[in-house]
């Protein structure tokens, strides 16, 4: 089973309401771990030498500073990540946690974040250097269309990019409808991600992932109480694992 | 090379400065995670069935805050945790972050978590019903000599029924001076965990563990070059490890 846009949305205002306690900070810091667990399980094996480079692009919601923690996690395990964050003056002053978490990123591990928008001649030099790149630009909360403008030009240059790459997506691919799935842009692309890791639980959107796509889950907040109460089956982890390869 | 305390406490304090940028939330998730992979990797495996009972006795401060957090994630591993958290209506008051982990554990989890003070053969009942005792008392910033009252009470039961079950200490074994050792009480019993998690880095006081002790380090919270700039050697972590057996 999947879940819908309306119950994913519903189900992470309940983690953090006062019945159940959870903080955005300890969801955000979870979540992230789990993408950089899932990607280190796929993707290290096959990389020739430690520190490999991987390139993350930070939306400007919790999507986003999922991907900043993933970047954290990510160094922490061997790789080597640059970070690639538009607006991130305007949206660390919005939400004083992003700003914490570049903080630790540029301070505590010498990670590169990238705070201006990039033009679309440098981000392609960037995209041009990289064997992965992480989509953490929107999440469940995302209805199509895009608008216009900074996020609907990455979208469109990642997927002009993507087979030089592998790209991973956090919880759904960028610009795609959570319930419906791709949307192909008008100039006839769409991203088509390599990865995904669904959060908490998949989305209806992982469906229409192409075939050979790899599909974990992680975000381990509920239980098998819970998951009843919304008519979730509970996904058989294995022992000891924060992770799921589905 | 071991930490002695100030340094500990130094360190912790860098860690939430501005500069750095971590949060106590963050920090306290990724510790108590740590702890419980590290037991369930010590013990999961010589455990018959699933759903091994255990039995977290949370203390005053942040050392508390993290056997709260271990509380969960051992719960979402497969164990039966019990949470013992005395005076829990004054500390939640104190910090409601703590407030906000025990809803959790309660609410998402139905785990039970006694709240009041319980008399010494209340405690001794639990106690004679469990096979792994986690100590989450004290941490590193505990000074002996210890005041007389509940947790010296607690500590001296833990110490007289140690030999019944596997005594499991976060940071640091429970009324020991982080720097010298064990602190023996005036009826001659002192507390000598079967397995101790240190977080960020052992500390001083690991050196006197008895040795066939199991001592396992988490809590990735340091970069190379910080570690340097305190003068430790980075622990060698297996790779996609949260944890170190050392």
Redesign the interface.
């Known amino acids: 089973m999947l879940l819908n846009s309306v119950k994913a949305a519903l189900i992470d205002k309940q983690l953090m309401s006062?019945?159940?306690?959870?903080?955005l900070?300890?969801l955000m810091?979870?979540a992230g771990?789990s993408c950089a667990?899932a990607i280190?399980?796929e993707y290290?094996r096959i990389s020739a030498t430690s520190s490999p480079k991987i390139f993350i692009i930070a939306g400007p919601g919790n999507n986003g500073g999922d991907g900043l923690v993933c970047a954290r996690h990510l160094?922490?395990?061997?790789w080597n990540p640059t970070v690639y964050y538009p607006n991130a003056e305007r949206l660390c002053q919005k939400q004083p946690?992003y700003?914490?978490?570049?903080?630790?990123l540029e301070?505590?591990?010498?990670i590169k974040v990238i705070k201006n928008t990039l033009e679309l001649d440098v981000l392609q030099k960037y995209l041009d250097e990289q064997k992965y790149v992480v989509d953490s630009i929107f999440g469940f909360s995302f209805k199509p269309p895009i608008k216009k403008g900074v996020y609907s030009d990455i979208i469109e240059k990642l997927a002009q990019n993507q087979h030089n790459f592998k790209t991973i997506s956090i919880d759904s691919p960028s610009g795609w409808d959570v319930d419906n799935g791709p949307i192909v842009s008008e100039n006839g692309l769409k991203l088509d991600p390599d990865m995904l890791i669904s959060l908490t639980y998949p989305k209806l959107c992982s469906k229409f992932l192409k075939p050979e796509a790899s599909h974990y889950c992680g975000g381990?907040?509920?239980?098998e109480?819970?998951a009843k109460k919304f008519g979730i089956i509970p996904l058989n982890y294995e022992?000891?694992s924060l992770i799921i390869k589905l």
């Open positions: 006062p019945q159940y306690g959870y903080t900070e300890q810091e979870l771990l667990l280190n399980k290290q160094k922490i395990l061997g946690f700003s914490s978490l570049v903080k630790t301070e505590m591990y010498d381990r907040f509920i239980s109480k819970f022992p000891g």
